[in-house]
């Protein structure tokens, strides 16, 4: 009995979010949003610290007057995740020599799990791990994959929530933030 109410329950959930994702968030058609829980655009980036996959810790803030940081929050196991990934890939090899960092903060995945997925589709961007989602949690995330671009300053200057087929605004705002 506890079984089917778990499972219930579950689908509710997934119901509730895909409804959230789908038809609230993509009201602008590209899933922007002015707002992720606390965060807010042109309100600096809460900071945090994250072990990468070799274990060393990386700070938000530490890029800040260097470098304009677009994180992005994922799993493996994320369908659209999976799809906006190469996406993500072209534009960091177009900044790959300036001003510019991909932080994919894994939610809640080993880093074995996340190396392995990684290093099969040849992405070279950087890894976080973000075990119990904590910093997804500061951040506001609730559906994955979430992006949040934040410029040297440390000011958050776009969220996106879910994928998105047209990049085009935030390939122009990269472009724009990095000449900055």
């Not at 499972?7 to 509710?12: Q, V, Y």
Request: contains cysteine; hydrophobic residues 45%; aromatic residues 10%.
């Amino acid at each position: 009995m506890i079984w089917i109410m778990a499972g219930l329950l579950f689908a509710a959930a997934s119901i509730a979010i895909n409804y959230q994702v789908k038809f609230v968030m993509h009201r602008s058609g590209n899933g922007a949003v002015q707002q992720l829980g606390a965060i807010s655009v042109g309100q600096p980036a809460p900071d945090f610290t994250l072990e990468d996959l070799s274990g060393h810790p990386v700070t938000l803030s530490s890029y800040r007057n260097q470098k304009v940081v677009l994180m992005d929050f994922w799993a493996t196991w994320c369908g659209p995740c999976r799809m906006a990934m190469p996406d993500l890939q072209t534009l960091a090899d177009k900044f790959k020599d300036g001003n510019f960092e991909i932080l994919s903060l894994n939610q809640g995945e080993s880093a074995d799990q996340v190396r392995d997925f990684l290093q099969r589709r040849k992405y070279t961007f950087h890894a976080l791990l973000d075990p119990g989602s904590a910093v997804g949690n500061q951040f506001g995330v609730q559906a994955i994959p979430t992006l949040v671009l934040v410029d040297k300053k440390g000011v958050v200057q776009f969220i996106r929530i879910g994928y998105a087929e047209n990049e085009d605004n935030l390939w122009k705002l990269v472009t724009k933030l990095t000449k900055e």
